[in-house]
């Protein structure tokens, strides 16, 4: 396997899916590319019901916030990344992105809150899918 592509979010299962993957792109050569989804249309409706200013900006700067702390932490182990902010319905995201970046194997954590809604992931990918629950079982 040459190439992984990391579903991230600020969740303990991704943050901890993320780290597996640094673990075994180091451990394989393979490189590694991270991406967190941002599904702003079912965020701006609650938001804007909610009045919450800002929203926006503050999306943009957690997805940026969460990439940022994954690639120096892939860095650490001499790993170089590629990073992505996806926009729209989670599966359908990054499993476009898994095929324009020649992936052969997605990590994500087992999250039920997350934006990427993992039966779809694993039904439709067309390479393996990795998924990792918050804590060890």
């Known amino acids: ?3 992984f592509l990391v579903v991230v979010d600020d969740s303990a299962a991704a943050l901890r899916a993320a780290q597996l993957a640094i673990d075994l792109a180091a451990a ?3 490189g590694l590319t ?3 989804v941002v599904e702003d249309h079912v965020l701006d409706a609650r938001l804007n019901a909610a009045s919450v200013p800002d929203a926006a900006a503050r999306r943009a700067q957690g997805a940026v916030s969460v990439l940022t702390r994954m690639t120096a932490r892939a860095s650490l182990r001499g790993l170089r990344t590629h990073q992505e902010i996806l926009s729209g319905h989670g599966a359908e995201q990054v499993l476009a992105m898994a095929a324009r970046c020649g992936a052969d194997l ?3 954590g087992r999250d ?3 934006p990427v809604n993992l039966a779809n992931l694993l039904e439709f990918a067309d390479v393996p ?9």
């Open 28 to 30: 394989t050569g393979a």
């Open 129 to 137: 899918v990795l998924v990792v629950p918050a804590e060890a079982v």
């Open 106 to 108: 997605i990590v994500a």
């Open 34 to 36: 991270l991406v967190t």
């Open 1 to 3: 396997m040459k190439q």
């Open 112 to 114: 039920p809150g997350a």
